[in-house]
């Protein structure tokens, strides 16, 4: 007996939407939107909404209800939304906004559950924020390497980091807020970060406030230029990442280089 076997009838598939509407989206995943017996969808855009409802009459929101104290709260409830149309043995595909698996704990929850649950389950890729921002500043991951950290787990776990290697740090407006963005509750949180950074770069050193062209193609990126020092008084939204450019590159170790045999090759 094979594992497919042993599955129960109902299957979940999580894809994205990419960051634009219609033009991120992989065929893929449209395949699975389009054949769903049930379409659940989390996005922000009444007019991605409307096109999911276009391609798949079936199509509704998943409940998400900001007047929680705390996020997970709500996500917890999102999954249970998720996992009741699998349980009556359907088809589900859940659209979640860029790449779903990327700052989306109920997307990895449903998934989770679902597995636990013994259906089949699986998550497809989307273009992603970060995929955005190495095309549009120019950053290839590939030569100086690249850190990613989300910025409140970035300052409370004090992570180790290297200051020659680019450094990217996500929901800078949400720095230390276990619930939802308040308009001004980000100021205080830049206030901390800067001078933490400011033990490992100069007050001078040029950092990138950064937001993703969203929704449509012809939105530009927003790609703010700053020093280092004027960042607590950076204007911030909710998708706002904050990209470190690295210092300079990473002094060589020559024994390692002899050891591989790069010193005689130039």
């Not at 409830?77 to 109920?106: K, S, W």
């Not at 001078?204 to 790609?223: Q, S, T, W």
Request: with cysteine.
């Amino acid at each position: 007996m094979s594992f497919e076997d042993n599955l129960q009838a109902g299957s979940l598939t999580i894809v994205g939407t990419g960051i634009q509407l219609v033009g991120h989206l992989t065929l893929g995943a449209q395949a699975h939107i389009v054949q769903a017996d049930k379409l659940l969808f989390a996005v922000a855009d009444p007019l991605t909404a409307k096109w999911l409802r276009s391609l798949n009459a079936t199509a509704e929101a998943i409940p998400y209800n900001t007047d929680r104290t705390r996020r997970k709260e709500t996500y917890r409830e999102m999954v249970e939304r998720i996992l009741t149309e699998v349980r009556q043995g359907l088809n589900v595909c859940a659209v979640f906004y860029g790449h779903p698996g990327v700052f989306a704990d109920p997307a990895h929850g449903a998934l989770k559950q679902a597995r636990r649950e013994g259906f089949k389950a699986q998550m497809l890729p989307g273009i992603s924020a970060e995929d955005c921002l190495f095309a549009d500043v120019g950053l290839d991951p590939g030569v100086n390497g690249c850190q990613s950290f989300e910025a409140t787990d970035f300052l409370i776990r004090r992570r180790k980091f290297d200051p020659t290697c680019a450094l990217i740090l996500w929901q800078i407006a949400m720095i230390g807020n276990l619930g939802f963005y308040k308009e001004g509750s980000h100021l205080h949180g830049l206030t901390v970060l800067a001078e933490v950074l400011q033990e490992y770069y100069s007050f001078d050193h040029e950092v990138i406030v950064y937001e993703a062209a969203v929704y449509y193609p012809v939105c530009e990126p927003v790609i703010k230029r700053i020093p280092l020092s004027k960042l607590p008084e950076a204007n911030v939204t909710p998708v706002s990442t904050l990209y470190v450019p690295p210092l300079g590159p990473a002094p060589l170790d020559r024994e390692m280089m002899a050891r591989l045999g790069m010193e005689n090759r130039g």
